[in-house]
């Protein structure tokens, strides 16, 4: 069954320093989506894509934030110059379509853990 | 706004016995309602949704408007179904993201 990769699974960084995240979605699927989880906190909506566009993104999505899809397969979450408190867990999702039919179901990869010291 | 409220962060229950995860919800309009459930060093993956009315690995969850819930159920807890539940609610007019609660860990013992 295919899945949503990302990588690297743990990535440690130093405050103020570029981060670029990597995911592979599953590769019949249009829509792409990140979220994050604070330790100990909830799993929190970032931005979602869809034809090459940002189709919606939370406060959190402020400008230190980007993603894109560079090529055909992978989807990028870049954090610009990385702070103490972006230090969480990122999770890449995607699904077929952004309806409310079983198939438009969000699939989540097994998540990236951004440390910043 | 919307909003998911878990009121347990734990929840330890013996083997054989019924388990209920509690879900509430709060939104305006008429939301999808979902429970993702995390495996211990596995994915978020969908146990089951509103929409579907099925019934997964045991669990049901039925969603009642009038007291904005969307509880999880399993008649017969067996040790395998110790994890992380998240519920999550996706709003029917635009669609697309998914709002979490803080997630409920379920330890089933003997």
């Known amino acids: 069954e295919p899945e949503v990769t990302q990588t690297p699974s743990h990535q440690v960084t130093q405050m103020g320093q570029e981060v670029i995240l990597r995911c592979v979605p599953i590769s019949n699927h249009l829509y792409f989506y990140w979220y994050r989880q604070i330790l100990g906190q909830k799993v929190e909506f970032l931005v979602s894509?869809?034809?090459?566009?940002?189709?919606?993104k939370s406060e959190i999505f402020d400008d230190q934030f980007s993603v894109e899809r560079p090529d055909g397969s992978n989807f990028t979450l870049k954090i610009r110059s990385t702070k103490l408190e972006d230090s969480a867990m990122y999770f890449c999702?995607?699904?077929?379509?952004?309806?409310?039919?079983?198939?438009?179901?969000?699939?989540f990869g097994p998540g990236t853990r951004l440390t910043v010291l | 706004a919307q909003r998911v409220t878990q009121p347990e962060k734990l929840l330890s229950v013996f083997k054989g016995a019924p388990v209920e995860l509690k879900c509430n919800y709060s939104y305006s309009g008429s939301p999808e309602l979902f429970w993702y459930v995390q495996y211990s060093r596995q994915r978020l993956q969908l146990l089951l949704r509103?929409?579907s009315r099925e019934s997964i690995k045991g669990f049901t969850a039925d969603l009642n408007k009038g007291e904005t819930s969307f509880h999880l159920k399993k008649p017969f807890a067996q040790e395998e179904d110790s994890a992380m539940y998240y519920c999550?609610?996706?709003?029917?007019?635009?669609?697309?993201?998914?709002?979490f609660g803080t997630g409920t860990r379920l330890q089933v013992t003997l």
């Open positions: 894509f869809y034809n090459n566009e940002i189709s919606e």
């Open positions: 509103h929409i």
């Open positions: 999702a995607s699904s077929v379509g952004a309806g409310l039919s079983l198939a438009d179901t969000q699939y």
């Open positions: 999550a609610l996706q709003n029917t007019g635009t669609a697309s993201k998914l709002t």
